[in-house]
């Protein structure tokens, strides 16, 4: 496969800050890619630099074969690009829009006519083509970007955050837009939304911090970073906690147990496999006669994987996020379920550091404690030691 | 030059529909008209001197040509940088240069536009029976298209500077004032070689000499072009730099 897209060493600084480090990776015809980061990674950093406008500060990337800075005409004329803002001019109506684009593109009227024909179709718009652009809503305007990145076939399409601030169903609309047009084109699709990268692009690049800290599809990226599945069984198993634990680890397959505490008189355990060992484990719980009550596989889903590499590297992704995406997942939990990723991902993740335990304002009421003319209103020290009390 | 025809017509479309161009073409119809009444009067029924007023030799002419450019360049780079349609433009295949070129172009088409009265007020003598001396006429008029373009530059170079369309405007018409003023300015000195200098670089006279006269001299219009180009070139590099920012 002809590498249409190939980005080698690619370093972007805004001034003192990293944008981008060192990012390097190839993208071949007709590949549909998913760029997946946090706010700030650089995913806009990099698809602004394929787009050829920025250049970057060390590094080379081509498209089709041209060099985005040297060439910057060729690979423009070669894309089709369209930034988060949709930046259309607000005056002008849709298809003068994109009659503006045909002709920035060099096209030929017939040509002009004919692709604002098949495209509007495209993105559905062909009712409001004589609709002010300023007066479209935001999902409309958003397809009518589209078109306008369509308009003169592009070889490769990079769409940046092609759903941000659109509603649910403006999003699903956009979306299955993408999966038609994967079918034409090279896409680069760019989000910081997992759903919306994993229901259109097979190959996901996910960026943290200017860095690549993985490129696969979603089986790799699962195999890759994501192989601690396991059998979690919760179940009423008598006093002796050691027995059931080298009981169960016993099982063939089973790697690890790892015991996850007790809740009331449930003890739960993870039982490391990496296939489904729920029989095995709900036979030794029967012939036990230990009362299940729980007993289920748990295999990471990609959305753990990402939160994951973003809170792995310091990214500041609240603990109710990851929460969200895992219900099933207790919060004391999480550190463990973290660990096995100190191997992964070029960089060495770090664990997020606790919170910092919330300063302690002590309002004391006691209108005698230091002198009656004190503002009682006020704090009268902050984390100051109790006054011993009278026996 | 890829897509400056492309971008000049938008921004032609662009000028006019907003209400700002219409705004300026009735002002400055409506002004030149009463003008050139006052000036037939003061020249006492001499067209071409009248004329000459309505294209460089009163102040009105400097007052149009100083405020009105910035007025249109004003928006032109810096809100487009705001609304993100800076990204979008420099993504096409177009070249910066043309960007600038074909922005710069219909700003100036505009001007010439607004100088135009001069020429419909020739007309209108002339159907009255005097004709005057059309080598000035045409003269004046590209004269003063020449200056409004180089203010049209200047002024699409201040917008190239900030975001902000009236930091833009009020950097530009200072500028134009500044220069208008100069030679005022190098009146008052007693020094010789600053006086030439100043006489280098002075646009109204640069105007009036030749120009407004009737003189079509290559020295002349090389003066105003090679500035307007320089401050072209400094926009386009302006432009640039956004890039690295």
Known sequence: MRAVISVQQLTRTYGAHVALDSVSFEIGKGEVVGFLGPNGAGKTTTLRILAGYLPPTSGTARVAGFDVVRDSIEVRQRIGYLPESVPLYRELRVEEMLRFHARLHGMDRARTERRIGAVLEQVQLTERRRDLVGNLSRGLRQRAGLATALLPEPEVLILDEPTSGLDPIQRIEVRSLLQQLASHHTVIVSSHILPEIEAVCPRVIIVTKGRIAADGTREQLLKQLGDRSYVRLEAVVGPDVAKAKALLGSIAGVSEVLDKGRLGIHQCFDLVCSTDLREDAGAIAAARGWALRELSWRTPSLEQIFARIALGDGEALPSSALDGAQPAQAASAAPVELSPLVTLGPTTPTMPAKPPAPTKIVYNLNPFDAGAGRDLGKPKAVDAPKPPTNP | ?245
């Open chain 2, 1 to 245: 030059m890829r897509g400056f025809l492309a971008i000049y017509r938008r921004e032609l479309g662009g000028i006019f529909m907003g209400p700002l161009a219409w705004t300026l073409l009735v002002i400055a119809y409506a002004l030149q008209g009463l003008l050139f009444l006052v000036y037939l009067k003061t020249s006492q029924g001499d067209v071409d001197l009248a004329l000459r007023f309505a294209f460089g030799e009163s102040w009105a002419f400097w007052a149009l040509a100083a405020l009105f450019p910035p007025l249109l360049t004003m928006r032109m780079i810096s809100e487009e940088s705001r609304m993100g349609l800076l990204e979008y433009l420099l993504t096409a295949p177009v070249t910066d240069v043309a960007v600038v070129l074909g922005k710069f172009c219909a700003a100036t088409t505009f001007m010439a536009l607004v100088w135009s009265a001069g020429l419909l007020h020739a007309l209108l003598v002339m159907r009255a029976g005097v004709t005057p001396d059309w080598g000035a006429v045409w003269g004046g008029w590209l004269g003063a298209v020449l200056v409004s373009g180089l203010f049209c530059a200047t002024g699409l170079c201040a917008s190239s500077f900030t975001n902000t369309p009236v930091v833009a405007a009020f950097g530009s018409i200072v500028a134009h004032l500044l220069i208008v003023i100069l030679p005022l300015l190098g009146a008052l000195t007693e020094s010789e070689w600053i006086r030439a200098a100043i006489a280098r670089v002075d646009v109204v006279d640069h105007h009036k000499a030749s120009f407004l006269v009737g003189v079509v001299d290559s020295a002349y219009a090389g003066f105003f072009l090679v500035w307007t180009a320089l401050f072209l070139f400094v926009a386009t590099r302006s432009l640039e730099a956004r890039r690295w920012r």
